[in-house]
């Protein structure tokens, strides 16, 4: 049974920083590309980061890039967030998903387990 466990969120003022992990479980980690989407109230699901199978490619939604960084640790089976200069409208409920594919996928239906999220509230 495949198991992804996110971690990691919370309160947190404006120009803060926060680090959400996920831990999987259940899968061959090493062979699935891993992202993060993100839900806001009221919105849809948003891409926010991926990164591929082996940790060395990555993408960004433009609205994070250069605060934001993905990472993975194929020992421990986890995929970190870290997320800096946060902003009030980073509010959201954030998921990881595992997607079974060489690419960076950034489609919501190229992947095939989620988790089921971590609140991060940043405050003005």
């Known amino acids: 049974q495949v198991q992804l466990v996110e971690s990691g969120g919370g309160l947190v003022q404006a120009g803060g920083s926060l680090r959400l992990s996920c831990a999987a479980s259940g899968l061959i980690f090493s062979s699935y590309a891993m992202g993060w989407f993100r839900q806001a109230p009221g919105k849809e699901r948003e891409f926010v980061a991926v990164?591929?199978?082996?940790?060395?490619?990555?993408a960004y939604a433009d609205f994070v890039k250069g605060r934001f960084t993905i990472s993975r640790d194929n020992v421990k089976n986890t995929v970190y967030l870290q997320m800096n200069s946060l902003k009030p409208e980073d509010t959201a409920v954030y998921y990881c998903?595992?997607?079974?594919?060489?690419?960076?996928?950034?489609?919501?239906?190229?992947?095939?387990?989620w988790g089921q999220g971590t609140q991060v509230t940043v405050s003005s």
């Open positions: 990164i591929d199978w082996s940790g060395g490619l990555t």
């Open positions: 998903a595992a997607g079974w594919t060489t690419g960076i996928p950034r489609r919501r239906y190229e992947y095939d387990y």
